[in-house]
């Protein structure tokens, strides 16, 4: 399971998982106007990586252990 955190706000994902669902479920909102990654107004930073919302997925969990127990944090 993947830490995701959101202004303090933590949860476990499944990887892979669709990253607008994870997204959801933490609050964050960001724009969607395509749907299909292709205008980029969706976009957010996880984990330091900017990542389509619409499109992307939920990352691997991270090797190092202090990012498994602090989580990935979004953007």
Same mark, same amino acid.
């Given at each position: 399971? %993947? =830490?995701?955190? &959101?202004?303090?706000?933590?949860?476990?994902?499944?990887? @892979?998982?669709?990253?607008?669902?994870?997204?959801?479920?933490?609050? =964050? +909102? *960001? #724009? &969607?106007?395509? !749907? #299909?990654?292709?205008?980029?107004?969706? %976009?957010? %930073?996880?984990?330091? %990586? /900017?990542?389509?919302?619409?499109? @992307?997925?939920?990352? *691997?969990?991270? /090797?190092?252990?202090?990012?498994?127990? +602090?989580?990935?944090?979004? !953007?």
């Amino acid at each position: 399971m %993947t =830490v995701l955190t &959101y202004n303090g706000k933590k949860k476990d994902f499944k990887p @892979g998982s669709p990253l607008k669902n994870a997204c959801a479920s933490l609050g =964050v +909102k *960001p #724009k &969607y106007s395509c !749907k #299909k990654g292709d205008c980029g107004s969706c %976009t957010i %930073t996880v984990g330091g %990586t /900017r990542v389509k919302a619409c499109v @992307g997925k939920v990352p *691997p969990e991270p /090797r190092l252990k202090s990012l498994q127990e +602090k989580g990935l944090e979004i !953007k």
